[in-house]
């Protein structure tokens, strides 16, 4: 057996195991952290089979960005063990028939595949073809049978970003900003105005008839009476 097989069998050994672990850990981040280990085990495996471009695009972007993400949303949420613990049981007969599915197909599938390669296929790719990484020939292909495709993609996720970011920096209607192109270019006639007008002196306004006879009254002195 070569030194490869075995490499081969132990990264598809630590895939299975970390895959088990990752749907029967009871702590969520834990389920993560296992499941990037899975990504590492899978890139492992792909190295092995020279498909180099797809184990880096695995690591790029499943382990370092969005496993990465999936992770602090998972920190930041206050999950209660017990009531996933729960709930958990009324999903297994679900679970029980989505899994057997998916086994037997797997089956079918390794089934047919190892009957259709039972006979030996003789290797008729050129030399020259041969030397080509597998980064060069996915790149080849993209960019000359799917160009359309993947410019489509790429505008699709540019449309994503700017909608990101301008959710991200709405800013609130009362927020105050300083612009300071306008306090460079201030002058003093913008700020200061000066207005002359005449001197205005309030007069008082006179008494009502009424009203200055009662107060007359009320401030004239008793008379004292005389007796007779």
Sequence with gaps: MEFTTVLFYIF??????SG??????????????????????????????EAEFLAILL???????????????????????????????RFIPVATIVGAIIVVETALILWHGYGATSTPVPDTTPAAAAAISNAHLIGKIIYTDYIFAFEVAGLVLLVAIVAAIALTVREPKDSKRQDVSKQ?????????????MQAVVEVPEPAEPAQAEAGAAGAAPATPATKS
């Design 12 to 17: 598809a050994l630590l895939l299975t195991l």
């Design 59 to 89: 690591v790029l972007v499943y382990v370092g960005a969005v496993m990465v993400l999936f992770l602090f949303v998972v920190m930041m949420l206050d999950i209660n063990i017990d009531v996933l613990s729960r709930d958990f049981k």
């Design 184 to 196: 460079v270019n201030v002058r003093r006639q913008d700020r200061v105005r000066l207005v002359k």
């Design 20 to 49: 088990l672990k990752v749907i029967t850990s009871r702590n969520p981040v834990a389920s993560a952290l296992f499941l990037v280990l899975a990504f590492f085990n899978a890139a492992a495996i792909w190295m092995l089979l």
